[in-house]
């Protein structure tokens, strides 16, 4: 029975895939969600790096007794594509994926965020708390309301260190982020959604083309693909793709 780990993304939680992951179950995937360091009960994020994140999410799959699927969401797509690079992965699907080191933003909305990180000082070894308005506006804006209230009241403190070292990283001299030069080794596919102003379908696809993935748009769809209005759709997208594309199947 195949497995799939899903990585979540900045100020979130395993729990962020509660909608999402139901079709796999449904088809007989064995669905793993953990939460990444810091970001369970307890806290403890500060000081933390992308680094910790992506040695996390190998040393799991290693553990493993077959390669799994890794599903990423935002900052956990790019927690994957570091990660894929140190583990063995039958493929790997990104969903509106964070992009790695050297891969530069595609909209004056990613400017504009990336230079107000690189002006907020003590950001680096503290940790961040979640902007509500942001994620109610920009992440969370095609999401049902009743969801996004629940979503909204579930969200933890973020790593400093880890929001700059994605969103700075002409900045970082150990390319912290950086996944390397040629396609990653395993089946690849990059979803974005249309409206998504977080990381627009334009940077999604310069990240395709950097690690060799296949690349999807979702039309009318933003940002919080595994969850929003559609995001059956995406699921079935990604279920196809790993069955035909992939060749994953159970």
């Not at 308005?133 to 880890?162: C, F, N, Q, W, Y």
Request: charged share 20%; aromatic share 8%; proline share 8%.
């Amino acid at each position: 029975m195949p497995t799939v780990v899903m990585t979540h993304g900045a100020f979130c939680g395993g729990w962020a895939f509660e909608v999402f992951r139901a079709p796999f179950e449904a088809r007989g995937w064995t669905v793993l969600a953990p939460d990444l360091p810091g970001h369970g009960p307890g806290g403890g994020v500060a000081g933390l790096s992308m680094s910790d994140y992506a040695r996390s999410l190998a040393k799991l799959c290693a553990e493993l007794p077959e390669p799994p699927v890794l599903v990423g969401h935002s900052m956990g797509g790019l927690v994957c594509q570091m990660a894929a690079r140190r583990i063995e992965a039958s493929a790997l699907v990104l969903l509106a994926p964070s992009p790695p080191w050297g891969v530069t933003g595609s909209s004056i909305e990613e400017a504009i965020t990336a230079f107000g990180v690189h002006l907020a000082d003590p950001f680096w070894s503290s940790a961040v708390s979640p902007d509500r308005h942001l994620m109610r506006h920009h992440s969370l804006d095609r999401t049902p309301k009743a969801l996004r209230d629940r979503i909204l009241d579930r969200l933890v403190p973020e790593s400093g260190r880890a929001v700059r070292e994605v969103l700075n990283w002409w900045l970082d001299p150990f390319m912290t982020t950086s996944v390397g030069v040629g396609r990653l080794p395993m089946p690849s596919l990059a979803i974005a959604g249309d409206r998504d102003v977080v990381h627009p379908a334009a940077t999604v696809r310069q990240t395709a083309d950097r690690i060799g993935a296949e690349f999807r748009v979702m039309p009318g769809m933003s940002h919080w693909l595994i969850g929003e209005e559609g995001w059956e759709e995406v699921a079935e997208t990604a279920l196809a793709w790993l069955e035909s594309r992939a060749r994953v199947t159970v």
